[in-house]
């Protein structure tokens, strides 16, 4: 089975049983981002969440443990996302990527925001002027090493 | 005058007169973030928020109208940026790209997150582990129009 | 079923039944662009729309639900579109897209024409010396948010 | 001079003297995006029609002769524009860009709409809940010739 | 059956019974070059046409429907030819596009030679010092319009 | 003196005195394209045909010299080139490129058209329906070595 | 078949029978690289020598006629080749091809060597600090036609 | 003085003097292609050597210093070149750089011919069907070493 | 059999039989990463190294030959890659590229590590601040040949 | 002054005084590599370490200021590098990435080594058969976090 016929599958399994991602954080206990990561296998799962996630999607014990295994991560195709929902955080970063490394290294010393010791979330902003959607993304500050 | 050297040109007076992005928020009333979009030519400021930005930094008052100009904006080069810091900003979109599409379209239908009724902000979010960067951001929904 | 695969069963019936875009359009109430789009799998249609299309079609009712669901979009590949129609909205960009941007900017100020609320329309303008093509696109304009 | 300087000087005089694409369009008797074109050195005019924008901008005379070379077209740095604004014309060549070509073949056989047989005009359509920005193209169709 | 099974198809056929494109040419009545563009799916023939194609090489009628589609055109991978014959074509535009641009200026004002109301000839010209093959481009000539 | 300089010095002087291609062929005894080529600095000249070169258009004898050193060829930035001109040339190689490939390994077996051992000429077609562009391509054809 | 499945056989066929490339340049008496390069369906051989060629595999006759046609040629995958013995060859371009270029123009003018009429050999240099590849081209100078 | 004028002075010197790089060959007593390696600034000299080139070229002796530094090599710009003579090396890797590889591996085992520890020569052959460039690389085998 | 489908065979055995590369390094003999190198076909084995890990691995001995067979090797998709641990490789690359060059060539002078006469290890490095892996190269400095 | 002025000048400094990274390792307390990267305006000193590179290298101490801020890091151009040397390391990561993530992630679980709590150091080791070059990187572990 490769990667993509796993997402398939549970996305199919998913929508079948009318499951949202929301459905899914009650179950296991984690963000429903970083559970669609595990069912797009950009995040791998413990034994236990894959369990939950394989169970509540109604699919058989086995498909749990390819939720396990450390993924080859990104790969979206073209390297400059077409979708217009995805195109747009490509945008963000081009045109505000150097004044937030302007208004970081301000405020923290010469370093990055970690991609790994990080977590993403979506929430829904009501607005009577049109709803919100708000993203929000917390990672360790990693300060450069000197040797 | 060239984009990039009216960029310097601020920056060097900043930098000559030890104001921060924060000291410059509170005097424009706007956030730090926008400010430093502005200062990077990737936003364009009123003719009063530009006379005040400029003012503090101590330049002649004809600095501030090139402020007030829609920018070409983008154009970080190259296309999939180097930097690291700005680098993670790509990663997040690579890995969790598509995850976070799902989770929008579960949320709120065909559509995507407007970049451009669009806000960012930076946060130092205090940890013992270790301080952690927070970036908030918060665009308006814009479902897909029929015709 | 790929989203190509959809495409090209949607496609096929329709040739085969001798149903024109513009017998959809009457039909579904939407125009031939944008039914086209939904079948390119481009825009996504509600269980309505959808099973119009498929009814016309003469395609199984259960052909509809993969139509309501927001596809991956764009994908043209190459990322520079070789064929020669699809290029010459690529060319356009190139020639008019800055004195576009131009005018856009002194007529409206800082922001952007929305692609997502959004319109296109292709009609046939009879002339003498030889039909032309009219491409009418009419999108929301959006003003670049501060904060 | 190169292109650049060109368009850079009759864009400092069209601003200084405060004057807009639309009154050199009532003037010039052409398209304010088609002399937007001229300026940035995208189309090349008549002698005639240069002499009255330099006029207009009270420049000297001898910057209307550069305005009649044809120069080198289309060059947005880089291919895949990264201005928000531009790059919305490429989203939706990707996104609408093969249904357009399905109902084009489907109205007028197999051909194109011509690029250089072409007009582009922007307008502002008034609207309650925000203008609308309409830009219409109109070219010749070129059927495929035989032989 | 993908356009690259027709055109395999077509091609076996045509090998198998010998013919060539010059016999094709006497049957079909058109160009040799423009009846290998019809079956390498870069034209799309007339129903009459493509009835006379699939005959002379022996195929069921059903075979000529998918001649008579518009393609998606061009599409060589990659996108800068690495078979040699196809390079050199390549090469000539690299060194003599714009050598060519400034005659057909000078000889023409501004515009283009037409791709698509075009035709391209291939004629063997013999040479005691070694055959040469002559390639005859013929466009109409389209000069921009202004509007 | 940069390649891009020469060019720009040579064009200056023949737009200055009001010599067109075809009258520096009369003075060479070259086609106007091979011309053309010399002084974009895509072809070399013999001293002779230099020194008429830019004599005929009224300049120091010493720019005849860097017209006979053998230059870098092709160049042209974007390697897909933008100017709809050149573009066609693109085109057609993307369209017709593997029929006329086909057709030439038809006539003439494994090999190609030579590049180098070839001419390129520009004529005008007189038409009633609008004149035409012929480009005539020759080139020795080279067939594969075997050793 | 497809040309990489008809490589596969051969090759296979090859091993299982354990011939050598030079085995192959005995009975075919052409150089092993050649024999290599129709295998590898980069050249076309005769009916003979192809017959020669799947006779020595022990193929089935029909195996021949597939290596007579002249293939779409070159198709490295990707074009910045990655395996380090091929991207050598690359890395030699990259730092010597300019340097090469001049020594060419200084001993034969301007023109190129040409890779068709051409032949490239491999052979092991003995060496008691270890033993060397020499590989050498030996192509047709093509002087630049003027016309 | 950056390495591009470094190159220019020497070439320009060169010229002056009417000093061919044979002639180089025999003072410095490395070969004429090493030595345009080391003019164009893809190779590095002792010091010895450096001041018999700078000396031949009648040029004063600080020229010499900078060709001894280790420098920044390749840089071919674009990536796949355009000059004709140069590309043809590219496509020589494209179209013979598998079967060569074949050959080396069956000759050699597992590893690459050094582009390092690796000269490259060139020749003229005459022949009377026109002469023939000799172009011998020789590099170091380098196996793979296992750990 | 695919050189992709050898690996995720392997893979699977391995898994199956919870055997580690540590385990195999053991076995074999050789470092644990040589060893996933040729698990993943970026190195060929001996016949026996290959005989022990299939052994090992409890696959039959037909399995042994494909990994002796000298690879096309890199290839990763895409270029530059998008798996977060793998891109860290590149990264260090663009950073310390030049710096680690420029330290280079002051202890050896103009030369290069080897990448083929080359070992690559990993290890864990037990820290109280959190573990560190340690990667350590070590190639040959290979000089660079005058000839 | 440019990043890219900063660097040449603090080399020609160096150079100029004789003074090696290795020198400046026993001054500033840091490893050669950390500095030269600093130097190479890829690492960023405390105003101390910058004020001590400075002082040696026999500079103004004005120059240490622009030593401390944080810098665009990476941007070799192109993105695949050409010099022989630094590409070495981006065929390390075609060849061996992919088996070096397999190690990690067996030895550590899933997530990345840090780029950025991280060093690298080169050493000479001896070897009668050849010196070889040691490169050492250690980077924090660190494991994707889960929310």
């Known amino acids: 089975m490769t990667t993509a016929e796993i997402t398939e599958k549970l996305l199919a399994a998913k929508k079948a049983k009318g499951i949202s991602f929301e459905d899914l954080e009650k179950v296991v206990g984690c963000d429903e981002t970083w559970i669609a990561s595990v069912i797009y296998r950009q ?60 208004v970081i290294h301000e405020k923290f010393g010469d370093g990055i925001m970690s991609a790994i010791d990080f977590s993403i979330e979506v929430d829904k902003v009501s607005d009577p002027k049109g709803d919100r959607v708000q993203v929000t993304m917390c990672g360790k500050f990693l300060p450069y090493k000197k040797w």
Do not use: C, H, N, W
């Open 43 to 102: 995040a791998s799962a413990s034994e236990e969440e894959a369990g939950k996630i394989v169970e509540t999607l109604g699919l058989p014990p086995e498909m749990a443990e390819p939720l396990t295994v450390p993924p080859m991560k990104g790969g979206l195709d073209p390297l400059i996302p077409t979708d217009p929902l995805v195109y747009r955080f490509y945008e963000i970063m081009q045109v505000y990527g150097v004044p937030v490394k302007a």
